[in-house]
DNA sequence: CTAGGGTTAG
């Protein structure tokens, strides 16, 4: 009676139905509860933890089950979840199959640069189950997209000619690690190239940002679907074309294709990058009424209304969410600070702790800037802490640099080169123009000059470090710096807009007076 | 319950 039905159910529904199982006892039988399992990593948009509270609670779960789990792991970028609930198999002293393995290579598709690729790739083989199209398949998508293309291109030596599955791995390999040129070879020497063959290579080229290669492309294609017009959204969205993507917006209309969640998500992005209110608000109305707000779509709404101002329609979103993970939390707190609102932003993020959500390294991030911001130097120092010693996060170069510059507007520059020194990693060469430009402001010649020379060393191109450092001698009434610095221009050559530098040193000058 | 394509925060 429940063996079917349950993937349309919601959220709540589902958990009624698990009640129901425990009441009736027959939450013991295997087939409910493997239907229960599916439908919860189904119904859950990518949130695993309600199947994992259910999966938890099976006293002898089987292969299958396992399996559910770690494909949900895997398809929810979770992959240190699917290996532990590998390592679950291993411990029931289950006999892991070919979907087992097929779950656990996506998941290391995911994980670039590591080893486990190849211990997983290991177990295929001693288990005999490299014969299996989808395994091989599957490994050949995770060495390509790992970058090991030598591999992979042997593995398509078996897979032959005809397996258009085993080309396109190649050649969205390829375009992921920038071969753009190779992956156009592997395509034009495809054999039976499909739609998805086709999205692969227009993907390649809007990623790289060659969206004229794009459109030529596509326009070539025998046939085309939401993806491939998503593709080409996508690819104007993140260049920041918000007029050329509605335009496909509306090719793809006259096409007879509707945009679907996906494309909602890439212009609501592209919106909120560029403080479109508007028309973040028109593309929000292209989303029905009714239907489902999954956690991304949920998320990318958030962002766009917090980033353009309208606080409280992000709110509205936020307070209708019934799931809510990390990301719908970073993006309240990056918003409010994105938009100077630090005080509501450091609440959100005292709500998000309080509601048990584990903070990562971008939740960081967003707080710092927030403290950074409104100069809160006491909160930004005690979140640094937290971040370092109760979350066990390594600050990486952006924490530093927010934490610099909050020092440094604050005028604590021996405090803020203090942290730039026992730094794990190189200091950049933002952190040093972070500190260059706290100098200028409080007029530190000596720690200015220490950071200019670092920059200087850092062989880049400079030459917004010259003015800047010129500011802070004129500041600092070293006249005699200026000139110098002025000179040592000249010799290396560099070329700065004259108007630029004047700009910069009649601020100087004033700050001097 | 299996393979390849598009979607969110800094």
């Given amino acids: 009676m429940i063996r079917k039905g349950f993937a349309r159910l919601s959220p709540r529904a589902l958990k009624q139905v698990h009640g129901n199982l425990v009441v009736k006892g027959i939450a013991s039988r295997l087939q409910p509860l493997r239907d229960l399992l599916l439908a919860c990593v189904a119904s859950f948009h990518g949130s695993m933890d309600y199947a994992r509270k259910v999966f938890d609670g099976i006293p002898h779960p089987d292969l299958f089950m396992h399996n559910v789990m770690v494909r949900g792991y895997a398809h929810g970028g979770a ?10 198999i291993e411990v029931a002293r289950l006999r892991p199959d070919a979907f087992t393995f097929c779950y656990l290579l996506r998941a290391c598709a995911g994980l670039s640069g590591s080893r486990s690729g190849y211990q997983v790739h290991g177990a295929v083989l001693k288990l005999g189950l490299l014969k299996d199209a989808f395994i091989r398949n ?39 690690s920038g071969d753009l040129d190779i992956a156009r070879k592997f395509f034009d020497d495809c054999r039976h190239k499909d739609l998805v063959c086709w999205n692969v290579m227009v993907a390649a080229y809007a990623k790289h940002g060659e969206m004229e290669k794009a459109r030529e492309l596509i326009n070539c294609a025998p046939e085309k679907d939401v993806v491939s ?12 074309m918000l007029k050329e ?26 919106c909120a990058n560029l403080g479109s209110l508007e028309t973040g608000r028109m593309v929000h109305f292209l989303h029905l009424e009714g239907r489902p707000v999954s956690i991304i779509l949920g998320n990318a709404l958030i962002s766009m209304y917090a980033k353009c101002g ?40 005292e709500k998000m702790l309080e509601a048990g959500m584990y903070p990562n390294a971008v939740s960081f991030l967003c707080v710092l800037g927030a403290c950074s911001h409104a100069g809160l130097v006491e909160e930004g120092q005690r979140y640094f802490s937290l971040m370092k010693y109760r979350y066990m996060i390594e600050p990486t170069a952006r924490h530093y640099s927010c934490i610099v510059d909050m020092l440094g507007r604050a005028g604590l520059l021996d405090e803020a080169f203090a942290v730039l020194s026992c730094m794990r990693c190189e200091p950049s060469a933002v952190i040093w123009r972070t500190l260059l430009g706290a100098c200028r402001i409080h007029g530190n010649a000596a720690l200015g000059k220490l950071a200019r020379e670092r920059l200087l060393k850092m062989n880049e191109d400079a030459s917004g470090d010259y003015v800047m450092l010129s500011g802070i001698y004129a500041s600092s009434g070293e006249w005699f710096g200026v000139e110098t610095v002025r000179g040592s221009m000249d010799e290396r050559g560099v070329i700065k807009v004259a108007g630029y530098a004047q700009v910069d040193e009649k601020i100087a000058y004033r700050s001097a007076l």
């Fill in 79 to 88: 992959p240190a979840e699917a290996f532990s609930l590998y390592r679950l």
């Fill in 138 to 176: 599957t490994l050949i998508n995770m060495h390509a997209k790992c970058g090991d293309l030598q591999v992979a291109s042997t593995l398509l030596d078996e897979a032959g000619e005809g397996d258009v599955v085993a080309w396109s791995a190649i050649i969205a390999g390829h375009a992921a």
């Fill in 229 to 240: 017009w998503n593709t080409i959204i996508t690819g104007y969205a993140v260049k920041g």
């Fill in 245 to 270: 993507a509605l335009e496909v917006l509306d090719e793809m209309n006259c096409d007879g294709w509707m945009p679907d969640e996906a494309t909602i998500v890439s212009l609501l992005s592209c």
């Fill in 310 to 349: 309208d606080v409280q329609a992000a709110m509205e979103v936020f307070s209708r969410m019934k799931e809510r993970d990390v990301w719908t939390w970073n993006s309240v707190i990056g918003g409010l600070a994105f938009h100077g609102q630090a005080e509501q932003s450091i609440q959100f993020f």
